[in-house]
């Protein structure tokens, strides 16, 4: 490991490439964590994300902002997962994030999986640096209802778990600032980091995927604008009063920012009935 492991607070990142992992990252620069950041390819349908996360990695080291991050491959698991999220799954649903029909988009125990092999990482850390190392999460009071491998009492299990498992487990914490914000808040939080850091909000904000059903037009990906996690995050761009920086599309083709939120607006009223 580097030398300057040891020079800041530690931080090991579960990256998926989406708007919150991406938004902690940005939070943990802003407040002068050194950073290990880690995905997962698990055969996910929209594996563009993974795409994402390196985009905003090289971005970041363009400004100055280095990242230790690194791919974990998990791809040999697709074929034995039954979920709507995997190559191979059923349909993604569409509608909103808090239907009940979002339950097919559950990978059975997706967040214990990645939970050990961060675990392991960040125990690794701070054996080596002797500092306490930080699990960081971006998990939110949206994802409780419908995840429950996002619930505390899940983290809290699962924590116990690892320290009874391994020596010197007390070095390490979790760090999950969203639990009880919503996507929001999070770009809230996101804003505020862009302008402590000097980045570039649309920027940053482009290159992340929340879209399940990413769509290929001409060889280019876009995100869609119909699964329920696009209509969420949709809505925290409303929210925030800002146009969404990522690019939509449907069947027939690129869309307007316009008809993304139009669309969305109409899913909320609809829910809120």
Known sequence: ?????????????????????????????????????????????????????????????????????QVIKLDGLTPLLNSALVEGGWDVPEGHYEESNMKDTVVPNRNKIFSSLIQAVALSIANETKQDTFICLGIHAGDHAIYPDCRQEFRDADMEAFQIGNWDAERVKF???????????????GLKACETLR???????????????????????????????????????????????????????????????????????????
């Open 175 to 189: 760090y999950t600032p969203y639990l009880e914000g919503n996507k929001h808040t999070i770009l809230e939080d």
């Open 199 to 273: 980045l570039e909000f649309n920027v940053v904000y482009e290159r992340t995927n929340t879209s399940y059903k990413p769509i290929q037009h001409d060889g280019v990906w876009y995100s869609d604008y119909k699964s329920a996690s696009s209509v969420e995050r949709i809505e925290a761009f409303l929210a925030l009063g800002r146009p969404d920086p990522v690019a939509y599309a449907d069947e027939n083709g690129p869309v307007s920012w316009e008809v993304a939120r139009d669309h969305a607006k109409n899913v909320l009223d609809s829910f809120s009935k």
């Open 1 to 69: 490991m580097q030398g300057d492991l040891f020079e800041k607070k530690q931080a090991v990142l579960s990256l998926s490439g989406g708007m919150d992992s991406s938004t902690l990252l940005l939070h943990l620069l802003a407040n002068d964590f050194k950073v290990t950041a880690l995905s997962f390819d698990y055969g996910q349908k929209h594996r563009i994300e993974l795409r994402r996360a390196q985009e905003l990695i090289n971005y970041l080291a363009k400004q100055g902002y280095h990242v230790r991050y």
